[in-house]
Protein backbone atom coordinates (compact mmCIF):
# COMPACT_ATOMS: atom_id res chain seq x y z
CA UNK A 1 0.00 0.00 0.00
CA UNK A 2 1.24 3.13 -0.84
CA UNK A 3 2.15 5.68 1.81
CA UNK A 4 -0.62 7.96 2.79
CA UNK A 5 -3.52 5.11 1.69
CA UNK A 6 -6.29 4.67 4.08
CA UNK A 7 -7.65 1.66 4.31
CA UNK A 8 -11.34 1.26 3.37
CA UNK A 9 -13.32 -0.16 5.95
CA UNK A 10 -16.81 -1.56 5.35
CA UNK A 11 -20.25 -3.00 6.84
CA UNK A 12 -23.34 -2.44 6.07
CA UNK A 13 -24.61 -1.83 9.48
CA UNK A 14 -23.60 -1.04 12.90
CA UNK A 15 -25.82 -3.62 14.80
CA UNK A 16 -24.86 -5.13 17.68
CA UNK A 17 -21.09 -5.66 18.10
CA UNK A 18 -20.20 -4.11 14.63
CA UNK A 19 -19.84 -0.37 15.67
CA UNK A 20 -17.02 -1.01 18.26
CA UNK A 21 -15.81 -3.38 15.55
CA UNK A 22 -15.92 -0.61 13.30
CA UNK A 23 -14.03 2.08 15.50
CA UNK A 24 -11.73 -0.34 16.77
CA UNK A 25 -10.80 -1.54 13.82
CA UNK A 26 -10.32 2.43 12.21
CA UNK A 27 -8.13 2.97 15.14
CA UNK A 28 -5.66 0.18 14.75
CA UNK A 29 -5.87 0.84 10.86
CA UNK A 30 -6.00 4.16 10.29
CA UNK A 31 -8.54 3.40 8.09
CA UNK A 32 -12.06 5.19 6.88
CA UNK A 33 -15.46 3.74 6.59
CA UNK A 34 -16.10 2.76 3.00
CA UNK A 35 -19.47 3.26 1.33
CA UNK A 36 -20.71 -0.01 -1.22
CA UNK A 37 -19.16 2.01 -4.29
CA UNK A 38 -15.63 2.75 -2.62
CA UNK A 39 -15.07 -0.44 -3.01
CA UNK A 40 -15.49 -0.48 -6.74
CA UNK A 41 -14.01 2.94 -7.26
CA UNK A 42 -10.97 3.63 -4.90
CA UNK A 43 -7.68 2.16 -5.63
CA UNK A 44 -7.44 1.61 -1.52
CA UNK A 45 -7.14 -2.03 0.29
CA UNK A 46 -10.46 -2.65 1.72
CA UNK A 47 -11.28 -4.97 4.95
CA UNK A 48 -14.65 -6.69 4.95
CA UNK A 49 -15.52 -6.74 9.03
CA UNK A 50 -18.33 -8.94 8.24
CA UNK A 51 -18.44 -11.50 5.73
CA UNK A 52 -21.70 -13.32 6.57
CA UNK A 53 -23.30 -9.71 6.28
CA UNK A 54 -23.43 -9.68 2.96
CA UNK A 55 -21.65 -13.02 1.25
CA UNK A 56 -22.72 -12.74 -2.33
CA UNK A 57 -21.55 -8.93 -2.28
CA UNK A 58 -18.26 -9.95 -0.70
CA UNK A 59 -17.74 -12.50 -3.34
CA UNK A 60 -18.98 -10.12 -6.48
CA UNK A 61 -16.50 -7.70 -4.83
CA UNK A 62 -13.77 -9.33 -4.00
CA UNK A 63 -13.63 -10.82 -7.80
CA UNK A 64 -13.76 -7.09 -8.93
CA UNK A 65 -11.43 -5.81 -7.71
CA UNK A 66 -8.90 -8.85 -7.85
CA UNK A 67 -9.32 -8.10 -12.25
CA UNK A 68 -8.10 -4.11 -11.17
CA UNK A 69 -5.00 -5.30 -9.03
CA UNK A 70 -7.21 -4.57 -5.30
CA UNK A 71 -6.08 -5.97 -1.91
CA UNK A 72 -9.49 -7.28 -0.45
CA UNK A 73 -9.40 -8.47 3.10
CA UNK A 74 -12.45 -10.39 4.81
CA UNK A 75 -13.35 -11.63 8.33
CA UNK A 76 -15.25 -14.93 8.42
CA UNK A 77 -16.89 -15.11 12.01
CA UNK A 78 -18.94 -18.44 11.33
CA UNK A 79 -16.87 -20.65 9.47
CA UNK A 80 -18.32 -23.62 11.15
CA UNK A 81 -21.17 -24.08 9.88
CA UNK A 82 -19.69 -23.63 6.11
CA UNK A 83 -17.61 -26.78 6.46
CA UNK A 84 -20.71 -28.89 8.16
CA UNK A 85 -23.50 -27.66 6.24
CA UNK A 86 -25.34 -29.56 3.39
CA UNK A 87 -27.48 -27.15 2.29
CA UNK A 88 -27.64 -25.32 -1.28
CA UNK A 89 -26.68 -22.06 0.35
CA UNK A 90 -24.20 -23.60 2.29
CA UNK A 91 -22.25 -25.97 -0.29
CA UNK A 92 -22.27 -22.53 -2.41
CA UNK A 93 -20.76 -20.31 0.26
CA UNK A 94 -17.78 -23.14 0.75
CA UNK A 95 -17.16 -23.52 -3.05
CA UNK A 96 -16.92 -19.85 -3.41
CA UNK A 97 -14.71 -18.98 -0.52
CA UNK A 98 -12.39 -22.19 -2.13
CA UNK A 99 -12.09 -20.01 -5.03
CA UNK A 100 -10.93 -16.82 -3.76
CA UNK A 101 -8.68 -18.71 -2.03
CA UNK A 102 -7.34 -18.90 -5.28
CA UNK A 103 -6.39 -15.40 -5.97
CA UNK A 104 -3.65 -13.52 -4.54
CA UNK A 105 -5.23 -10.36 -3.84
CA UNK A 106 -8.00 -11.71 -1.83
CA UNK A 107 -7.75 -12.56 2.50
CA UNK A 108 -10.17 -14.41 4.34
CA UNK A 109 -9.12 -14.51 7.43
CA UNK A 110 -11.22 -15.92 10.47
CA UNK A 111 -11.17 -14.82 13.76
CA UNK A 112 -10.12 -18.36 15.40
CA UNK A 113 -6.91 -19.77 15.50
CA UNK A 114 -6.74 -22.54 12.76
CA UNK A 115 -5.60 -24.60 15.36
CA UNK A 116 -9.03 -24.39 17.16
CA UNK A 117 -10.48 -26.19 13.86
CA UNK A 118 -8.09 -27.27 11.22
CA UNK A 119 -10.60 -27.90 8.23
CA UNK A 120 -10.76 -23.78 8.47
CA UNK A 121 -7.93 -24.06 6.30
CA UNK A 122 -9.79 -25.04 3.41
CA UNK A 123 -11.92 -21.94 3.40
CA UNK A 124 -9.75 -19.55 4.72
CA UNK A 125 -6.27 -18.12 3.78
CA UNK A 126 -5.60 -17.61 7.71
CA UNK A 127 -6.79 -15.86 11.29
CA UNK A 128 -6.80 -13.57 13.52
CA UNK A 129 -7.55 -13.17 17.20
CA UNK A 130 -10.94 -11.80 17.61
CA UNK A 131 -10.80 -8.44 18.44
CA UNK A 132 -12.74 -8.67 21.73
CA UNK A 133 -9.70 -10.70 22.47
CA UNK A 134 -7.52 -8.06 22.51
CA UNK A 135 -9.83 -4.76 22.34
CA UNK A 136 -9.69 -3.08 25.76
CA UNK A 137 -7.87 -0.32 26.82
CA UNK A 138 -5.45 1.12 29.10
CA UNK A 139 -7.98 2.76 30.75
CA UNK A 140 -10.27 0.22 31.14
CA UNK A 141 -8.37 -2.26 32.65
CA UNK A 142 -7.28 0.57 35.48
CA UNK A 143 -10.67 0.82 36.04
CA UNK A 144 -10.82 -2.96 36.03
CA UNK A 145 -7.92 -3.03 38.56
CA UNK A 146 -9.36 -0.02 40.95
CA UNK A 147 -12.76 -1.95 40.90
CA UNK A 148 -11.60 -5.39 41.76
CA UNK A 149 -9.45 -4.11 44.79
CA UNK A 150 -11.72 -2.08 45.97
CA UNK A 151 -15.65 -2.63 44.81
CA UNK A 152 -16.52 0.82 46.67
CA UNK A 153 -15.08 2.84 44.10
CA UNK A 154 -17.44 1.86 41.49
CA UNK A 155 -19.31 4.49 39.84
CA UNK A 156 -22.50 2.17 40.11
CA UNK A 157 -23.46 0.34 43.74
CA UNK A 158 -23.58 -2.84 41.22
CA UNK A 159 -20.21 -4.47 42.66
CA UNK A 160 -20.89 -3.26 45.86
CA UNK A 161 -24.15 -4.66 46.28
CA UNK A 162 -23.14 -8.17 44.63
CA UNK A 163 -20.55 -8.98 47.21
CA UNK A 164 -22.61 -7.93 49.93
CA UNK A 165 -24.91 -10.63 48.50
CA UNK A 166 -22.85 -13.10 47.69
CA UNK A 167 -20.80 -12.68 51.00
CA UNK A 168 -18.40 -15.52 51.20
CA UNK A 169 -19.36 -17.13 48.02
CA UNK A 170 -18.05 -16.46 44.40
CA UNK A 171 -19.50 -15.20 42.06
CA UNK A 172 -20.55 -16.46 38.47
CA UNK A 173 -21.94 -14.12 36.02
CA UNK A 174 -23.93 -13.99 32.78
CA UNK A 175 -23.12 -11.33 30.71
CA UNK A 176 -25.46 -9.96 27.45
CA UNK A 177 -28.73 -10.52 26.17
CA UNK A 178 -29.79 -13.59 28.05
CA UNK A 179 -31.59 -16.46 25.68
CA UNK A 180 -31.85 -19.64 24.97
CA UNK A 181 -28.84 -19.33 22.95
CA UNK A 182 -26.71 -18.29 25.29
CA UNK A 183 -27.27 -21.24 27.77
CA UNK A 184 -29.98 -19.34 29.97
CA UNK A 185 -32.16 -22.40 30.68
CA UNK A 186 -29.15 -24.06 31.93
CA UNK A 187 -28.39 -21.12 33.60
CA UNK A 188 -30.81 -21.17 35.76
CA UNK A 189 -31.33 -24.95 36.09
CA UNK A 190 -27.88 -24.96 37.33
CA UNK A 191 -28.29 -22.17 39.98
CA UNK A 192 -31.41 -24.58 41.39
CA UNK A 193 -28.88 -27.27 40.98
CA UNK A 194 -26.45 -25.84 43.29
CA UNK A 195 -28.51 -24.42 45.76
CA UNK A 196 -29.82 -27.65 46.18
CA UNK A 197 -25.73 -29.33 46.05
CA UNK A 198 -24.75 -26.34 48.54
CA UNK A 199 -22.45 -25.08 46.20
CA UNK A 200 -20.59 -21.79 46.84
CA UNK A 201 -21.53 -19.63 44.04
CA UNK A 202 -23.75 -16.96 43.99
CA UNK A 203 -25.91 -16.86 40.14
CA UNK A 204 -25.75 -13.43 38.53
CA UNK A 205 -26.66 -12.49 34.81
CA UNK A 206 -26.33 -8.69 33.42
CA UNK A 207 -28.31 -7.31 30.14
CA UNK A 208 -31.41 -7.33 29.27
CA UNK A 209 -33.66 -10.67 28.60
CA UNK A 210 -35.64 -12.12 25.66
CA UNK A 211 -39.02 -11.86 26.18
CA UNK A 212 -39.43 -15.69 25.94
CA UNK A 213 -37.28 -15.79 29.35
CA UNK A 214 -39.53 -14.12 31.76
CA UNK A 215 -40.79 -17.55 33.64
CA UNK A 216 -36.93 -18.14 33.19
CA UNK A 217 -35.88 -14.96 35.48
CA UNK A 218 -39.03 -15.12 37.62
CA UNK A 219 -37.36 -18.75 38.72
CA UNK A 220 -34.30 -17.46 38.39
CA UNK A 221 -34.74 -14.70 41.28
CA UNK A 222 -36.64 -17.03 43.30
CA UNK A 223 -33.65 -19.13 43.37
CA UNK A 224 -31.90 -17.03 44.72
CA UNK A 225 -29.93 -14.86 41.61
CA UNK A 226 -29.22 -11.44 40.94
CA UNK A 227 -30.91 -10.25 37.82
CA UNK A 228 -29.98 -7.06 36.85
CA UNK A 229 -32.28 -7.32 33.59
CA UNK A 230 -31.47 -4.05 31.99
CA UNK A 231 -28.73 -2.39 29.58
CA UNK A 232 -26.13 -1.95 31.15
CA UNK A 233 -23.51 1.06 30.66
CA UNK A 234 -19.87 0.66 29.67
CA UNK A 235 -18.66 1.21 33.58
CA UNK A 236 -21.35 -1.04 34.72
CA UNK A 237 -20.16 -4.07 32.30
CA UNK A 238 -16.65 -3.51 33.80
CA UNK A 239 -17.93 -3.49 37.39
CA UNK A 240 -19.43 -6.84 36.83
CA UNK A 241 -16.39 -8.52 35.14
CA UNK A 242 -14.89 -7.13 38.37
CA UNK A 243 -17.26 -8.68 40.92
CA UNK A 244 -17.10 -12.21 38.82
CA UNK A 245 -14.75 -15.21 39.70
CA UNK A 246 -15.85 -17.28 36.80
CA UNK A 247 -18.17 -15.75 33.24
CA UNK A 248 -20.88 -18.22 31.75
CA UNK A 249 -19.51 -19.32 28.33
CA UNK A 250 -22.03 -22.33 28.45
CA UNK A 251 -23.64 -21.83 25.17
CA UNK A 252 -26.20 -23.93 23.40
CA UNK A 253 -24.39 -26.17 21.12
CA UNK A 254 -26.31 -24.33 18.01
CA UNK A 255 -24.32 -21.46 18.91
CA UNK A 256 -21.18 -22.30 18.84
CA UNK A 257 -18.85 -18.90 17.38
CA UNK A 258 -16.19 -16.55 18.64
CA UNK A 259 -17.84 -14.84 21.54
CA UNK A 260 -16.92 -10.90 22.85
CA UNK A 261 -17.99 -12.30 26.78
CA UNK A 262 -15.67 -14.75 26.78
CA UNK A 263 -12.99 -12.51 25.39
CA UNK A 264 -13.72 -9.66 27.68
CA UNK A 265 -13.11 -12.36 30.45
CA UNK A 266 -9.83 -13.94 28.86
CA UNK A 267 -8.50 -9.84 28.90
CA UNK A 268 -9.66 -9.09 32.12
CA UNK A 269 -8.15 -12.75 33.56
CA UNK A 270 -11.31 -14.31 34.69
CA UNK A 271 -11.60 -17.76 34.82
CA UNK A 272 -14.39 -18.57 32.29
CA UNK A 273 -17.25 -21.81 31.70
CA UNK A 274 -17.17 -23.49 28.60
CA UNK A 275 -19.19 -25.95 26.55
CA UNK A 276 -17.33 -29.39 26.36
CA UNK A 277 -16.25 -29.75 23.18
CA UNK A 278 -16.90 -26.20 21.83
CA UNK A 279 -14.66 -24.06 19.60
CA UNK A 280 -14.36 -21.87 22.84
CA UNK A 281 -13.53 -25.09 24.40
CA UNK A 282 -10.54 -25.34 21.98
CA UNK A 283 -9.67 -21.76 22.27
CA UNK A 284 -9.24 -22.22 25.84
CA UNK A 285 -7.25 -25.78 25.67
CA UNK A 286 -5.05 -24.56 22.39
CA UNK A 287 -4.33 -20.97 24.39
CA UNK A 288 -3.77 -21.77 28.27
CA UNK A 289 -6.64 -19.71 28.72
CA UNK A 290 -7.97 -20.75 32.57
CA UNK A 291 -11.69 -22.28 32.48
CA UNK A 292 -14.13 -25.42 33.36
CA UNK A 293 -15.16 -27.12 30.26
CA UNK A 294 -18.70 -28.93 31.05
CA UNK A 295 -21.92 -30.54 29.51
CA UNK A 296 -25.26 -29.85 31.06
CA UNK A 297 -24.83 -32.84 33.07
CA UNK A 298 -21.34 -32.51 34.17
CA UNK A 299 -21.74 -28.74 34.96
CA UNK A 300 -22.81 -29.16 38.65
CA UNK A 301 -20.15 -31.59 38.91
CA UNK A 302 -17.48 -29.20 38.22
CA UNK A 303 -18.41 -26.48 40.17
CA UNK A 304 -18.00 -28.38 43.20
CA UNK A 305 -14.17 -28.26 42.06
CA UNK A 306 -10.99 -25.75 42.78
CA UNK A 307 -11.25 -22.68 40.47
CA UNK A 308 -8.58 -21.32 39.04
CA UNK A 309 -8.16 -17.40 40.92
CA UNK A 310 -8.34 -14.04 39.12
CA UNK A 311 -5.45 -13.68 37.48
CA UNK A 312 -5.60 -10.06 35.70
CA UNK A 313 -1.85 -10.01 35.13
CA UNK A 314 -2.34 -13.13 32.96
CA UNK A 315 -5.18 -12.00 31.22
CA UNK A 316 -3.65 -8.39 30.17
CA UNK A 317 -0.52 -10.62 28.88
CA UNK A 318 -2.70 -12.86 26.86
CA UNK A 319 -4.42 -9.72 24.81
CA UNK A 320 -1.32 -8.51 24.27
CA UNK A 321 0.19 -11.65 22.43
CA UNK A 322 -3.02 -11.83 20.45
CA UNK A 323 -2.90 -8.31 19.65
CA UNK A 324 0.71 -8.39 18.47
CA UNK A 325 -0.29 -11.94 16.05
CA UNK A 326 -3.29 -10.41 14.89
CA UNK A 327 -1.76 -6.98 13.97
CA UNK A 328 1.03 -8.65 12.53
CA UNK A 329 -1.48 -10.35 10.24
CA UNK A 330 -3.59 -7.35 9.39
CA UNK A 331 -0.91 -5.34 8.16
CA UNK A 332 0.70 -8.23 6.09
CA UNK A 333 -2.43 -8.96 3.88
CA UNK A 334 -3.12 -5.17 4.16
CA UNK A 335 0.33 -3.80 3.18
CA UNK A 336 -0.44 -1.30 5.60
CA UNK A 337 3.31 -0.03 7.75
CA UNK A 338 3.39 -0.80 11.12
CA UNK A 339 3.08 2.36 12.64
CA UNK A 340 -0.05 2.87 11.94
CA UNK A 341 -1.47 0.97 14.65
CA UNK A 342 -2.99 2.96 17.72
Same mark, same amino acid.
Given at each position: ?? +?????????????????? #???????? !????????? /?? @??????? !???????? @??????????????????? &?????? +???????????????????????? %??????????????????????????????????????????????? %???????? %???????? $????????? &????????????? /????????????????????????? *?????????? $????? /????????? *???????????? =? #???? #? /?????? =??????????????? &??????????? $??????????????????????????? $??????????????? !??????? %??????
Amino acid at each position: MA +KGEEVLIFSRSEDGHRAQ #YFQFAMGI !LGGCRARAG /DL @FFRMEPA !LFLMVEEG @FLFYVVACLWRSALGRRTV &GLLFRP +KPVLEGGSLRLSFKRCALKLLKRI %PSVRTLTILPFATLPEMAEIADGWIYDFQLWDLTDEDHRYYEKIRQN %PGEAISQL %PASLRFRA $GSQRVLSAF &GPQDLHKGFDLFV /DTLAGSKRAGLPFHFVFGGKSGIGC *IGLVSRFERS $GGSAI /DRWLSEEEW *IELYAASDLVWC =L #YAPG #Y /DQASGV =LGRAVQFGVPVLVRE &GSLSHRLCETE $GIPHLAATAESVSALLARDLSAVDHRR $GKALAGRFAETSLTT !LHEVLGA %PRDRAA
